[in-house]
């Protein structure tokens, strides 16, 4: 039952403007440092993010599906959270309710041993389809007028990048946790066999042992954990 946010993100570049990857270099690193233990407005004081916002992938349904995500900068292609040399910005968009889970599997008896973790971003046909239409909207989010000043060009996936199918073998390749994985030890009644925990967090099966953080999550929520 293994369960995340799977993100493919999009970065432009940008002119005209400064972004997050300038002042993280050199002398204004100094003084974001500087500003920073002084009181003063930072980049050391940012969230990752700096805009949230939800919205749909049917017109019709508005089911508020989708979340994206805007950040003054851009990053390293397909290394998440290294800055690139290049002033960008970022955005990505993302599927609230995956369909898709993986697992987490004991690789041995040993506690210490690393676990096996899979989790089967996009095996279900659903979150394709949904996962294209949030990289579309990322996409319209980027090209908005209000940007128009600052676009230089977009790096990737790129304007070649147009078809659905295109759409998709780049999610693949530059998509990405968002961290929310959540589900393996989903709570449930006795009567649910793939329930791993009761209603007060108790392990099934082994006294005195409790599971408390988002694995215990039956379902995945439509926000961040």
């Known amino acids: ?25 050199g002398l ?11 009181g003063g407005k930072s980049i050391l004081n940012l969230s990752p993010s700096m805009v949230y916002g939800f919205w749909h992938s049917d017109e019709v349904a508005r089911s508020n599906d989708l979340q994206f995500i805007f950040t003054p900068a851009s990053y390293k292609q397909g290394v998440h959270g290294l800055l690139d040399e290049h002033p960008g910005f970022t955005v990505a968009a993302w599927q609230h309710r995956p369909d898709s889970t993986g697992y987490v599997r004991a690789r041995s008896a040993d506690p210490f041993d690393k676990p096996l973790i899979q989790p089967n971003y996009l095996a279900e046909e659903s979150d394709r389809q949904i996962v294209v239409k949030a990289m579309k909207l990322a996409r319209r989010l980027m ?31 530059y998509g990405n946790t968002t961290f929310h994985v959540m589900g393996t030890c989903r709570m449930g009644p006795d009567t649910d066999p793939s329930a791993v925990v009761d209603e007060q967090l108790r392990v099934r099966g082994m006294e005195r042992l409790r599971v408390i953080d988002a694995s215990i999550m039956p379902t995945m929520l439509s926000a961040n954990l």
């Open 143 to 173: 090209h908005t007028e209000a940007m128009q000043p600052y676009l230089d060009f977009e790096e990737y996936p790129g304007e070649a990048v147009q078809s659905d199918d295109d759409l998709l073998e780049a999610a693949r390749h």
């Open 28 to 38: 204004k690193l100094a003084g974001e440092v500087i500003k920073y233990f002084t």
């Open 1 to 25: 039952h293994l369960r995340d946010h799977f993100a493919p993100r999009m970065c432009m570049r940008v002119k005209n403007i400064e972004t997050i990857n300038e002042r993280a270099h």
